[in-house]
């Protein structure tokens, strides 16, 4: 299994950024697939996450009407739209998936929300 994550950047506060997790090697179409982000000297906490099997979606408290994960089947692709972005969501984000009982990391990538 093999997870790319790409669109982290700079953005100014009540600014918008898209986070792209490309996911390929599953031998199953039932998995969780999702972020989580570490802020320096946090620990790691799960930000949202969406369910291939019925399209189920899980956010953390803190990004509740700001934050949106989405599927393309097509592309393999889970995407994180967020926005009304706040310095505190500065971290950098995971792509991660859950299959079974197996847990998939990609690299990370650098959101910072700053003025």
């Known amino acids: 299994v093999q997870l790319q994550a790409f669109g982290g950047g700079l953005v100014q506060p009540g600014g918008s950024l898209r986070l792209s997790c490309a996911a390929s090697?599953?031998?199953?179409?039932?998995?969780?697939i999702g972020w989580f982000r570490q802020a320096p000297g946090k620990e790691r906490e799960g930000v949202s996450c969406?369910?291939?099997?019925?399209?189920?979606?899980y956010y953390a408290d803190s990004v509740k009407g700001r934050f949106t994960i989405s599927r393309d089947n097509a592309k393999n692709t889970v995407y994180l739209q967020m926005n009304s972005l706040k310095p505190e969501d500065t971290a950098v984000y995971y792509c991660?998936?859950?299959?079974?009982?197996?847990?998939?990391w990609g690299q990370g990538t650098q959101v910072t929300v700053s003025s």
């Open positions: 991660t998936a859950l299959v079974r009982v197996t847990s998939y």
């Open positions: 090697g599953f031998t199953t179409d039932d998995y969780a």
């Open positions: 969406i369910s291939t099997s019925d399209g189920s979606t």
